[in-house]
C-alpha cells in the first residue's frame, strides 16, 4: 500500500509557543490530505480538509488561526499548532486520500501519528 | 456528523477463535474501509471495498460491502496474538466517517 510519513513522531514544549507537523505522501502524489486529533481510547476526529493550493477546510469547532495547515506541494501537508497550550497535547495523524483505479475508488493511508505535549 | 455504529466495543477472545465485527448506519455510502490501530501508531489499511455486495480476502481477514450499502463486516479467522489492537470502519459518502473502533484482546 501507500505510504505516509509523518515527523516528528513526538515533540514536547513549552505552553505558548508553537510546533509544525509535517505529512508527506511518499510514493503518491494526494491532492487532499485530512488531519485528525485522537483522544485515548477514541475514535478519529476530524480537524481538517487539506487541499493542494488552496485553503483548508476546517471542521465545525476547530479554530483555524489555532490550527495552521500548509498544503503547498502534491506530496506535503503541514499542521501548525500555535501558541500551544496543555489542553492541545493529544495524537494528532495525518492521512492522505489516494484514487486506486477509478474516480470514486479512494481510500485514505495514515502517518503513523505525532504525540504532542504541551508542559 | 454522520453516525457509524461499530459493534462490537471490545472482544475477548482466546487464541485461534475467529472475530466477527460490524458496522452500521442509516445513510449509503459508496466505499467502505477497514483499519486496525496499534497503541501509538497510526490506522494501517487492512480492506477496501468499493462495490456493493463485495466480498475481499485478506490473508486470514475478509470483509463485505453490504447489499444495502448501509452496512460492513469484517471476520478476523484463526485469531493470533498480533491481531490485538483497535479496529476501525470507515465509510465513504462525500467524505470520510470513522465508526467508534472494536478492541480486539486475545488471549494466548
Known amino acids: 500500500g501507500a505510504v505516509v510519513s509523518q515527523h516528528p513522531s513526538r515533540v514536547i514544549c513549552k505552553s505558548g509557543t508553537s510546533v509544525k507537523i509535517e505529512c508527506r505522501s511518499l510514493?503518491?502524489?494526494?491532492?487532499?490530505m485530512f488531519w485528525y486529533r485522537q483522544f485515548p481510547k477514541q475514535s478519529l476526529m476530524l480537524m481538517a480538509t487539506?487541499?493542494?493550493?488552496?485553503?483548508?477546510?476546517?471542521e465545525q469547532g476547530v479554530e483555524k488561526d489555532k490550527f495552521l495547515i500548509n498544503h503547498a506541494s502534491l506530496t506535503l501537508s503541514t499542521l501548525t499548532v500555535t501558541s500551544a497550550h496543555p489542553e492541545d497535547s493529544s495524537f494528532y495523524i495525518c492521512?492522505?486520500?489516494?484514487?486506486?483505479?477509478?474516480?470514486?475508488?479512494?481510500?485514505?493511508?495514515f502517518g503513523p501519528g505525532t504525540r504532542l505535549l504541551v508542559l | 456528523g454522520q453516525q457509524l455504529n461499530q459493534s462490537p466495543q471490545s472482544m475477548f477472545i482466546q487464541e485461534g477463535e475467529d472475530v466477527s465485527m460490524n458496522c452500521t448506519s442509516s445513510?449509503?455510502?459508496?466505499?467502505w474501509l477497514w483499519y486496525k490501530q496499534d497503541p501509538g501508531e497510526g490506522p494501517v489499511l487492512l480492506i477496501a471495498l468499493y462495490k456493493a455486495g463485495e466480498l475481499t480476502s485478506n490473508g486470514r481477514l475478509t470483509a463485505q460491502f453490504g447489499i444495502t450499502r448501509k452496512d460492513s463486516f469484517l471476520n478476523i479467522s484463526a485469531s493470533i496474538p498480533s491481531d490485538v489492537g483497535i479496529y476501525f470502519c470507515?465509510?465513504?459518502?462525500?467524505?470520510?466517517?470513522f465508526g467508534t473502533g472494536t478492541s480486539l484482546t486475545v488471549i494466548p
Open positions: 510514493d503518491f502524489q494526494a491532492t487532499t
Open positions: 487539506s487541499n493542494e493550493g488552496s485553503k483548508a477546510t476546517y
Open positions: 470507515a465509510g465513504r459518502r462525500n467524505q470520510f466517517y
Open positions: 492521512s492522505a486520500r489516494d484514487i486506486v483505479r477509478l474516480v470514486g475508488e479512494e481510500t485514505q493511508y
Open positions: 445513510s449509503i455510502f459508496n466505499t
